[in-house]
């Protein structure tokens, strides 16, 4: 989908739009993703929003590390004009020839987005098209803009109540349809990844710790921190909360006592900044996996469902076999 006004023009278009949406009413069920191709391109409904695509998009501004990595991973990132809030680096397993530019470190505005004049703008959350962001998704439809948001984050509609890795490479797939290019070499790989990752065996509980400090912000038992904490063979201690997130008060982690803290670090609150906290404290520094350092650490932007789940799985329970009781 090409845009045929000014980027001036369009951003105009856009504010007098207004914060109109017609999206179609949520799914009572999460389907797998899919795609129906024909002469007029490839149409796909995403997150509760019909689009069609009828030619591979060529330019891309994406928003969130996940779906950056998807189109790095599928051969397509030099389709990339712009990113927005990369939540860390490129793991080594991705690389691209020339540094990704960059639009914002957090979510950007429809102006700095549209006048980099793209095809598609392909968001890691769905809160992303929204009037007070880059846009609706109708509006920027109407203005010739294609939108899509990594299907295992919808929120609105077509909201998945879990995950699995099916349902990964099910999106890597239609992603691919979408640019019409070959996702098998990508799917292969991750099942290959999963196929080497032994499960521990011993029956660990382990609290996913995402942020927060008075009120923990951990992983629940319906989103990509529960899947990869099944794939390593840990019982979520959290895994009774709805959701892939969720608060969880720390007496109910101090209840717990889990055999394991996993710990996800980025640039703004590190891993070492967690630990710390959790060392320095009276009360929680008592925890079992506190005293025995049993920690297990996964870089934020793996700790979303994309084509780095897998690979953080396999890490997960790599860390997991080093631990001794």
């Known amino acids: 989908m090409r845009r045929s006004l000014p980027a001036v023009a369009l951003v105009a278009a856009l ?75 490129l793991p080594d397993s991705l690389t691209v020839d020339e540094p990704l ?54 929120m609105s509609a ?20 979408i640019f019409d290019v070959d996702a098998s070499g990508v799917v292969a790989d991750q099942q290959e990844m999963l196929d080497g990752i032994t499960a521990d065996d011993r029956g660990l509980s382990a609290l996913w710790w995402s942020s927060g400090t008075e009120t923990p912000y951990v992983g629940a038992g319906q989103g990509a921190p529960e899947l990869i904490l099944e794939t390593a063979g840990l019982t979520n201690v959290a895994s009774d909360l709805e959701g892939g997130w969720s608060p969880y008060g720390w007496e109910s982690v101090l209840a717990a006592d889990p055999d394991v803290i996993v710990i996800v670090d980025s640039a703004w609150n590190t891993a070492d900044h967690k630990i710390d906290y959790l060392e320095s404290d009276p009360t929680l520094s008592q925890l079992t996996a506190v005293q025995q350092h049993r920690y297990v650490i996964v870089p934020f932007a793996a700790s979303e469902a994309g084509v780095r789940t897998a690979e953080a799985a396999a890490s997960v329970a790599l860390q997991v076999s080093e631990i001794a009781l």
């Open 15 to 89: 504010a007098l739009a207004g914060c109109a949406s017609s999206q179609s009413p949520a799914s009572s069920s999460s389907p797998a993703p899919s795609a129906s191709a024909s002469a007029e391109g490839v149409t796909v409904s995403n997150c509760g929003f019909d689009a069609t695509f009828e030619t591979p998009p060529e330019r891309v501004v994406t928003i969130k590390s996940t779906t950056t990595e998807a189109l790095i991973a599928l051969g397509l990132g030099d389709r990339i004009v712009g990113t927005a809030f990369q939540d860390g680096p």
């Open 158 to 177: 077509d909201a998945p109540t879990e995950v699995t890795f099916d349902d990964i490479a099910a999106e890597v797939e239609q992603l691919a349809d």
């Open 101 to 154: 530019p960059v639009i914002d470190e957090r979510m950007p505005g429809a102006e700095s987005v549209l006048e980099l004049e793209p095809d598609l703008i392909f968001s890691g959350w769905e809160s992303a098209f929204a009037a007070d962001a880059v846009g609706t998704r109708d509006e920027l439809a109407d203005l010739g803009v294609g939108t899509y948001v990594w299907p295992t984050a919808c």
